[in-house]
T-cell receptor, first 118, second 117 residues
Framework: EAGVAQSPRYKIIEKRQSVAFWCNPI?????LYWYQQILGQGPKLLIQ????????DSQLPKDRFSAERLKGVDSTLKIQPAKLEDSAVYLC????????????????FGAGSRLTVL | AQKVTQAQTEISVVEKEDVTLDCVYE???????LFWYKQPPSGELVFLIR??????QNEISGRYSWNFQKSTSSFNFTITASQVVDSAVYFC??????????????FGKGTLLTVNP
């Protein structure tokens, strides 16, 4: 099966500019996640969608970050305006939702989008 | 709240040595899953293993083995006869499926393993 697709792979912007990242999950995966991974740290969950509804966005800095998954398939994460501390890799992941499905609870990650804010 | 602690920040070994990566977790959930992911220099997180909280059997897959001990809240990962290709950052992660954790997957900070030839 095709993996989780993300774009762009790399983005360099200046602070206060805006940026958007796109993710297309594995077909049939109802749950989609955006993680932020700062250099030298583990991934931190920003937002979790179940179909097109938000399940958890408690760690999303809502004053500058937004995410949507309008049709329950692909998703966009936006940062506006960017700050220096937003420099990180943004990882998208997806998983099955139903517990009975083999592989449920296993997240499959994309290659990530590396953001550098100057 | 969930927490995963990987006390070893970096480990360096010589090829063919055995190495164990430690993972200690905290959760209020009665049902949960534990995971190990590998992140090679390319950056993509690669799933290695999932363990549920009801199954404390140790597991072996080739050169990899996992020791799950609920009594000490630990889920350690051992690589036998390490190879240069094992060099990567390894993450332990926890996902609660009860108790209102919203199925959140929480990662540790990772252990950088370097295997030298």
């Amino acid at each position: 099966e095709a993996g989780v697709a993300q774009s762009p792979r790399y983005k360099i912007i200046e602070k206060r500019q805006s940026v958007a990242f796109w993710c297309n999950p594995i077909s049939g995966h109802a749950t989609l996640y955006w993680y932020q991974q700062i250099l030298g740290q583990g991934p931190k969950l920003l937002i979790q969608f179940q179909n097109n509804g938000v399940v958890d966005d408690s760690q999303l800095p809502k004053d500058r970050f937004s995410a949507e998954r309008l049709k329950g398939v692909d998703s966009t994460l936006k940062i506006q305006p960017a700050k220096l501390e937003d420099s990180a890799v943004y990882l998208c992941a997806s998983s099955h939702y139903r517990q009975g499905i083999s592989g449920a609870n296993v997240l499959t990650f994309g290659a990530g989008s590396r953001l550098t804010v100057l | 709240a969930q927490k995963v602690t990987q006390a070893q920040t970096e480990i360096s070994v010589v090829e063919k040595e055995d190495v164990t990566l430690d993972c200690v977790y905290e959760t209020r959930d009665t049902t949960y899953y534990l995971f190990w992911y590998k992140q090679p220099p390319s950056g993509e997180l690669v799933f290695l293993i999932r363990r549920n909280s009801f199954d404390e059997q140790n597991e072996i897959s080739g050169r990899y083995s996992w020791n799950f001990q609920k009594s000490t809240s630990s889920f350690n990962f051992t690589i036998t006869a390490s190879q240069v290709v094992d060099s990567a950052v390894y993450f332990c992660a926890l996902r609660g499926v009860s108790g209102g954790s919203n199925y959140k997957l929480t990662f540790g900070k990772g252990t950088l393993l370097t295997v030298n030839p």
